[in-house]
């Protein structure tokens, strides 16, 4: 599967942003799906999962309530609702699909196969 991320911007801290992420080439219902930020001179850090059919979430401590990570699998797409935008969410964030983690999603971002481009939020304060 391929992954094709959009969406990002510039925004005003406690603004709102929603990252589009569609797949290509393979079935989309295989897979767990994540987001994952890198902010510059930083790790990449987890962001948010969904396993295989959306009924299990999983979010980081610091995007908890403020973002959300629908999936739609008959657009093969796979979205993050971000709100109340805070300056430290600044970063380029990227998908990732997991077939081993298909079932429950996973923090482990090393259980990620497939990867999109990235695309850049920042947040302005």
């Known amino acids: 599967v391929q992954l094709q991320a959009s969406g990002g911007g510039l925004v005003q801290a406690g603004g709102s942003l929603r990252l589009s992420c569609t797949a290509s080439g393979g079935t989309f219902s295989d897979y767990a799906l994540a987001w994952v930020r890198q902010a510059p001179g930083k790790e990449r850090e987890f962001v948010a999962t969904?396993?295989?059919?959306?009924?299990?979430?999983d979010y980081a401590d610091s995007v908890k309530g403020r973002f959300t990570i629908p999936r739609d699998n008959a657009r093969n797409t796979v979205y993050l609702q971000m709100n109340t935008l805070k300056p430290d969410d600044t970063a380029v964030y990227y998908c990732a699909a997991s077939m081993i983690a298909w079932a429950s999603g996973t923090r482990r971002i090393g259980e990620y196969g497939t990867w999109g481009q990235g695309t850049q939020v920042t947040v302005s304060s």
């Open positions: 969904i396993n295989w059919d959306g009924s299990k979430t």
